[in-house]
Every structure is written in structure tokens, then in C-alpha cells.
């Protein structure tokens, strides 16, 4: 329940669509042009990984510019904040999962594969840096077991 209530509101600043693609849950896109949903399909599977527009249209058989038209169009966001916000969602699920994890780790597992921005993004998305974020994940999971061992 802890984890929930954190999230709760970070969470509310990203896209419910990048949610949904987090869980693999694609019905956002079931009437959606075939493109796209080979597009998103690429992205979810690898946005840990280096990627760019060209790569995921090269993969999806569609030019570059008609790619981000799709984008904006089906569902609102650009290429950039979909994964950014894909790779925000895997940092703050992984801080879950292990809120001993370096920063540095974090950054490097979530797909940044540079600090600065990895930080400057997870603060735009979160209003509040990983560090901060991985103390709030301690402290809560401190208070939980102070609260267990109360009862």
C-alpha cells in the first residue's frame, strides 16, 4: 500500500497512456494504424535500450516525420516523452523493487545513459531528483516495518 501512495502522486504528472504501455497493455492502440502499433510494440520491448525515431520507424516500415505525425495525432505525445516517461516508470519501479540501487545503476537499468539528463528528466517528470525520491521509497519502507512490528 506504501508503494501505491507514492506513486500516487508522482505518477499523476506522466501520460496514463505510458502506463498502460509500461503494463504491455496496448488496447489503447487496437484502431490505431498498423505502423504505430509495430512502433509501440518496438518501443515497450526495447526502451531500455539506445533509441531513436529513425530506429523505431526503420522497424515499424515507416518514414521518420510520418512516424511522429502517428504520434501526435493517435495519441497525443511525441516519440522523446513516450520513452522518457517509459524509462521514468521502469527507474521508479525498479527504486521499488531495490531502494539500496546507485543512482548511476538506476540511471544505466531504466535506459539514461547519461546521469545529468537522467536526473533532470526524472525531476521534470516527478518534481523531485531520484535521491530524493529513493529516500521517500526508505523512509516509507522504515515507517511499514516500524508499523508491523508495532501491532
Known sequence: MTTYLIDAGITEQLNPISEQFFRNDFKAIQNCPPALQRAIGFICEHYTDPLSLSDVSSRAFISSSHLSYLFRKHLGLRFKNLLCELRIRKSISLLHRNPRVLITELSLQSGFFDLSHFEKMFRRYTNMTPREYRDLVRS?????????QAE
Do not use: R, V
Open 140 to 148: 516509507n519502507i522504515k515507517l511499514t516495518d516500524e508499523e508491523g
